[in-house]
Structures are given as structure tokens and as C-alpha cells.
């Protein structure tokens, strides 16, 4: 079955500090990788995806994450984390569905930066 | 700005009273998804649109029902809600024509509270 796992409820860093939330995904074929960031009562943002090519991708707000196929991992980076990076991020995989997409999300990763 | 829109943001409704959410959308994809979020958990697809090929979840419920008069907009009818059906619901757009990027695109969310 076609899955993604984020390890962790929740990670907690120091604003300012490098920060790191890990994914992990059991695809068949390539996969196609998004990481969406989501703030308290609203909807999912688009941060970055892996498709193809560089395995280190650069997303919106300085967020990067770097694809690695033999661990099969995606995890979200940021080299310097702020107070306002606090929220819930999800993982996703696209899968084929019918003659189209879907996306599977794993469980969401809560960020909490301290000041 | 292109954008996808969801109205009403907040909607309260009596158990057993139907309810529609509605979603627009100014982007023109062809494809739109409807998602139920429950507390902080991941988003979970109940069905999707390829323009007006409807294609359901196998776990979704037959009191959720969909429609789609154009390429716009979309609705999510909910029948008879229950107590468990109080949730965020997601509106998402994606396209498979020309700029397709994969990627898709959420509205802010209705709250669904069911008294």
C-alpha cells in the first residue's frame, strides 16, 4: 500500500536554530513529493514538491528539502527557524487515481518555535 | 489574485439538518477535490472532479454528496450530518492541462459544527 509517515507529533526548536521535519514514503514507481504547511482554522499552503531531477529542493519561505531515494525520505529543512514558522506541516505523496491524482498525507508534524 | 474560495468560512447546522459548503474557484483547473479534516489529523479526500467525471472515495460515506454545475464551482451536500461529521472542510484545486505543476491548491476551509 502507498503511504507516508511523519515519525514525529511534534518538534520543538529554538528560534534561530536549524530545524528538521522528517517524512518518509512507500510508493511504487517515482514518486511525486509535497510538503504543505497549515496555520491555526485555515487551509493548506503549498511549501515545495520533488518531482524530478535536483534532490534538493527550495521551497516558499526558505524552507528546503532534500529527496532521498535508497532512505525513502523527504525531509523539510530550515537553516534558521523563526517564531512565526510555528504550525502544523504535512507530507504528501501524489498517487494515480482514476485519470488523475490524489494526494496521501501522513499524520502532520506540529512546529513549535520558542522564542 | 487566483484563488480558491470557500463559503461559508464557519457553519453551524442542527443534527439531521442538511447542510451545503460551497467552493469556487478562479484558477480554472479542471480538477477539485473535497477534504474532511478532523482536529489537527491529516486531511482525508472524500471525492474529486475531473471536469465533470466524479470519482468517489470507497470509504465515503453516502451522506456526502457532490456537484459540480461548471468548472468554477463545486458543492459539498451533506444530507443528514451527524455529531461526527463536525469538521474542517477542504476545498482543493489542481489542473492536468497546460502548467501542470502537480501541485494543489486549498482554500481556507469551512467549519463544519453540528449542534
Known amino acids: 500500500a502507498q503511504s507516508v509517515a511523519q515519525p514525529e507529533d511534534q518538534v520543538n526548536v529554538a528560534e534561530g536554530n536549524p530545524l528538521t521535519v522528517k517524512c518518509t514514503y512507500s510508493?511504487?514507481?517515482?514518486?511525486?513529493l509535497f510538503w504543505y504547511v497549515q496555520y491555526p482554522n485555515r487551509g493548506l499552503q503549498f511549501l515545495l514538491k520533488?518531482?524530478?531531477?535536483?534532490?534538493l529542493v527550495k521551497g516558499s519561505y526558505g524552507f528546503e528539502a532534500e529527496f532521498n531515494k535508497s532512505q525513502t525520505s523527504f525531509h523539510l529543512k530550515k537553516p534558521s527557524a523563526l517564531v512565526s514558522d510555528s504550525a502544523l506541516y504535512f507530507c504528501a505523496v501524489r498517487v494515480f487515481s482514476g485519470n488523475t491524482g490524489k494526494l496521501i498525507f501522513g499524520q502532520g508534524t506540529t512546529l513549535q518555535v520558542k522564542p | 489574485d487566483a484563488m480558491v474560495i470557500q463559503n461559508p468560512r464557519y457553519q453551524v447546522t442542527q443534527f439531521g439538518k442538511p447542510v451545503t459548503l460551497s467552493c469556487s474557484q478562479t484558477?480554472?483547473?479542471?480538477?477539485m477535490y473535497w477534504y474532511q479534516q478532523k482536529s489537527s489529523q491529516a486531511p482525508k479526500l472524500l471525492f474529486h472532479?475531473?471536469?465533470?467525471?466524479?470519482?468517489n472515495e470507497a470509504d465515503t460515506p453516502d451522506n456526502f454528496q457532490s456537484r459540480r454545475p461548471n468548472t468554477s464551482f463545486c458543492f459539498l451536500d451533506i444530507r443528514s450530518p451527524g455529531l461526527g461529521d463536525a469538521a474542517m472542510y477542504l476545498c482543493?484545486?489542481?489542473?492536468?492541462?497546460?502548467?501542470?505543476?502537480?501541485?494543489?491548491?486549498f482554500g481556507p476551509g469551512t467549519r463544519l459544527t453540528v449542534t
Open positions: 484558477l480554472n483547473h479542471n480538477v
Open positions: 510508493v511504487s514507481g517515482n514518486p511525486y
Open positions: 520533488y518531482i524530478t531531477g535536483d534532490n
Open positions: 472532479y475531473y471536469d465533470k467525471d466524479f470519482n
Open positions: 482543493a484545486t489542481s489542473t492536468t492541462g497546460t502548467g501542470y505543476t502537480y501541485e494543489q491548491y
